[in-house]
């Protein structure tokens, strides 16, 4: 990996991110098949948003990971395994992984909820604990791995948001700001992985219709496209 750090997809989010929860919640199936890191994306509890991966997405995101040594493969056995490597790659300790585990999981949070989200991996002594290394993360001299966002109308605590996809755009610091309690209204890290996967399926989209426009070349018909 480079000295700067990849801006990573909302698709290479969930699954370094699944890979970090794993390690520690489910040691003993790790590290992690395919079969089973998509599963670990596609659960329906703890994550946010909520996503519906096929193996192709996983492996195409695990290969981009594998590219910044993010992630490492291990080929024994019947099928492969992978493992994440933030800690090295980053060179944070193993708190500040955790939280970014949660972040890059659960989208903004409260230190306080990231303290009660983390509990299954690690168990911070109060939230001053978590803080502390949240500060850390910010004020990292290579470049800062998360944000505080503003504080929400009625809010009593700021969130905390990771930067492993980028920093936030005015219009996610928009919905930060936008009054809660509107169930209609998507949240910040909603927004964020929408965004990126439009951009995603835009460049699929353009590839597509690159591919048809050559088969209809070759075979001498009108491309209706």
């Known amino acids: 990996m480079t000295s700067a750090l990849p801006i990573l997809s909302a698709i290479e989010t969930r ?3 699944v890979l970090a929860e794993k390690q520690r919640t489910v040691p003993d199936s790790y590290p992690l098949t395919l079969n089973t890191l998509v599963a670990g994306c596609n659960q329906k509890t703890s994550r946010n948003p909520l996503m519906e991966l096929s193996e192709t997405d996983a492996q ?4 981009s990971l594998k590219g910044y040594s993010l992630v490492m493969e291990s080929s024994g056995g019947r099928v492969s395994r992978y493992e994440h490597n933030v800690e090295r790659v980053l060179r944070v300790p193993s708190q500040s992984t955790i939280l970014l585990t949660v972040l890059m999981l659960r989208g903004p949070q409260t230190a306080g909820e990231l303290r009660i989200a983390s509990e299954r991996m690690h ?21 800062a791995l998360v944000v505080k966002l503003g504080r929400l109308p009625g809010a009593r605590e700021n969130r905390w948001m990771h930067l492993l996809s980028g920093p936030p755009s005015e219009q996610m610091l928009e919905a930060a700001a936008a009054p809660a309690g509107r169930g209609g ?34 075979l001498g018909i009108a491309d209706q496209a």
């Open 60 to 63: 195409a995101a695990l290969d």
């Open 185 to 218: 209204d998507a949240s910040l890290g909603e927004v964020a992985a929408l965004k990126l996967n439009v951009a995603r399926l835009e460049a699929e989209v353009a590839a597509l219709k690159t591919l048809t426009a050559r088969i209809c070349s070759e």
């Open 123 to 143: 168990n911070f002594a109060d939230i001053s604990s978590v803080e502390a290394f949240l500060d850390e993360l910010a004020e990292r001299p290579a470049g």
């Open 15 to 17: 699954v370094l991110g």
